[in-house]
DNA sequence: GCCAACGTTGGC
DNA sequence: GCCAACGTTGGC
């Protein structure tokens, strides 16, 4: 299994949308960019990822669960645009902000600190549980 | 609200 | 294929 991070400005499309999407989720759509389409090819289900508001919050806020393979972006005509579908697995019990990523000396190489334009980026095994460690919360991995 | 960084577009 | 112009993102 991969870990990931997804980004979104929270009022575009917020976790308590996620949230309220329930089992079933949403599709990661909009994206267009091609880096971070071809880390959407590459996940598959089961792949875990952050849920992080950008710009007014800046925090890691849940932890999501990609559940439909890259598929075409519904809500673009060009073909070149795909994307995952993820639901939302639980909040982090606390948010996990940027400044505090940025402040810890294990989470430097974090492609959220170093490109911070990315707005889907992988995320390593170890940063994960550093990150769950932050909010309090178990990284339960199955 | 500003602006640096970055990605994309399109003229040549 | 280069690169200037432009648009967007997102931290500050």
Known sequence: MNFWLF????????????????????????????QARNFMRQMQIGDRGFFYHSRADKEI????????????????????????DIKAIRPLTQPVSLSKVKSDPRLTEMVLVNNSRLSVQPVTAEEWNIVCALGSTEPQVD
């Open 61 to 84: 806020v849940g932890i999501v669960e990609v559940c439909a393979l890259s598929h075409p972006d519904s809500t673009s005509d060009d073909p070149r645009w795909d994307c995952v």
């Open 7 to 34: 980004k979104s400005e929270a009022d575009v499309w917020s976790w308590d949308q996620q949230v309220a999407k329930g089992d079933q989720g949403e599709e990661w759509n909009g994206v267009r960019n091609y």
